[in-house]
């Protein structure tokens, strides 16, 4: 018998490849996180190097705390309770800042060149800046970047570019790990690390792309030891360093924390020494998040000059009223439930850079879709808490924001809250739905959502172009 030619072996590999592997596991075990790279990273790279410096909401005040941290300073230098929180910042970022918003409606090719004429000034000066009293763990990588650009001396533009690429490329790899380790509901979690909105925050220092990035694995995580109901110490010990993290950062994501964890409980056989293992692990995650909030005097700052309410005085209202609080969120939904939605999605820059209208519609719609057909089998009890687990974070997203903007009392709306908030809590709605056997397909779910990536990537583009160089 002659022996194979190469050309039979090269023909024959792709058959070799997919034998006994189940349809479509090539796609989703080794593909999927590649292909979400190559979709995603060219268009935050086009964010980092071609949107306007400081940009982002709160961008300034970001750009400070990463300063802070770079410098060694975990505790704001003033949080006093009843102070706005402040602290020492080199005083060539709020000048910059303060060129940047007189500037905010000119074109770039014009006002560019004015923003990089800014350099490191060597100054400090005690300033206010809402983001002081953030957990120090989420603007490491920006903290990083400020450190190097300030020995390299490198412009201000330049130092804020290199901090924003340290911090795409840490969130990049957790989301890229996060899809490959995900034993279901992994194209969900590619969709949601894709949204325009989302590769806005990883292009920038905003700490929610760590923190986006950070609950998307510690879903992958959950989800995968649900699935295949064995839970490893390592994998709850990661749930909760990544839970603390997240509620550490935000207060109100640690019911999402604590649903996954509950899940992780829930989901294996529990002896006694097992049961002991989790009320500590609870413990920890607990503790972090709330010794934080206290240390930081998170809960005792005002964030806003305008409104002096105490919050204490605002809980006292809500408690004393119980009644106003259906009125509060149907006024609050009803004013801005369609700006939330569209900011899920992505409002860049200063939420004054809407996509399309078109582009709404499509990623809506395949958002929609994946999450149906990544749908996962869970028991009833996991669905419940989940459900109660993600409804308590909405409402303390919404608490936390009406005790600081609305004045005492207020019927509403509440102020302040933004579409980009509820992005590290969306992956744990596939808890909600039941797994569907009509939409199983893996081909299908790839091509939605490389579909819905390559619009909101080319629609990311044509907006950013449109606001600063048109």
Not at 102 to 123: H, M
Not at 354 to 362: E, K, R, T
Request: proline share 7%; glycine share 6%; hydrophobic share 50%.
């Amino acid at each position: 018998m002659p022996r194979p030619s190469w050309r039979s072996h090269l023909a024959s590999w792709p058959n070799a490849l997919l034998k006994e592997r189940p349809a479509g596991s090539i796609y989703s075990v080794r593909f999927l996180p590649l292909l979400y790279l190559i979709i995603c990273v060219p268009t935050v790279l086009f964010l980092v190097f071609f949107r306007q410096p400081l940009g982002n909401p709160d961008e300034a005040s970001h750009v400070a705390r990463a300063y802070q941290i770079s410098k060694g300073v975990v505790l704001t230098e003033e949080a006093v309770p009843g102070l706005h929180p402040k602290g020492m910042v080199d005083n060539a970022w709020f000048r910059l800042g303060s060129e940047v918003n007189k500037r905010r409606f000119e074109s770039l090719d014009t006002a560019l060149p004015v923003f990089q004429e800014f350099g490191w000034s060597g100054n400090e000066r005690l300033r206010r800046f809402n983001s002081s009293v953030y957990f120090p763990a989420a603007f490491i990588p920006q903290a990083v970047g400020l450190k190097i650009a300030q020995a390299l001396d490198l412009r201000l533009v330049q130092s804020l570019q290199l901090a924003s690429m340290l911090n795409a490329v840490i969130c990049f790899l957790i989301i890229a790990f996060a899809i490959h380790v995900a034993a279901e509901g992994k194209h969900f979690i590619a969709l949601i690390g894709a949204l325009p909105m989302t590769l806005h925050q990883l292009a920038s220092t905003s700490p929610d792309g760590l923190v986006i990035a950070g609950s998307l694995l510690m879903f992958a995580l959950t989800i995968t030891a649900v699935v295949r109901r064995k839970v490893s110490s390592s994998t709850v010990f990661a749930v909760v360093v990544l839970g603390a993290f997240t509620g550490a950062t935000k207060l109100p994501y640690l019911p999402v924390a604590l649903v996954a964890l509950v899940a992780l409980w829930w989901a294996e056989p529990r002896p006694r020494k097992g049961a002991v293992k989790y009320i500590l692990a609870c413990m920890v995650l607990v503790l972090i998040p709330v010794l934080w909030a206290k240390i930081s005097n998170a809960g005792a700052v005002k964030h806003s000059i305008r409104i002096q309410t105490d919050p204490g005085d605002q809980i006292a209202f809500l408690l004393s009223h119980p009644l106003e609080i259906p009125s509060l969120a149907f006024s609050t939904l009803y004013a801005h439930l369609h700006s939330y939605l569209s900011q899920i999605v992505g409002v860049l820059g200063w939420l004054d850079a809407p996509l399309p209208h078109g582009v709404y519609v499509v990623l809506g719609l395949g958002f929609a879709a994946v999450l149906v057909m990544d749908g996962v089998s869970v028991q009833p009890l996991i669905r419940w808490i989940a459900l109660a687990g993600f409804a308590l974070s909405v409402a303390l997203i919404f608490l936390s924001l009406y005790l600081i903007w609305n004045p005492l009392g207020s019927p509403g709306p509440i102020e302040g809250v933004q579409g980009r908030y509820f992005l590290p809590i969306l992956p744990f709605l596939v808890f909600l739905l039941p797994k569907s056997e009509r939409f199983r397909s893996e081909s299908l779910k790839l091509s939605v959502f490389t579909f819905c990536g390559l619009v909101g990537g080319l629609a990311t583009v044509a907006t950013i172009i449109k606001r600063y160089y048109s």
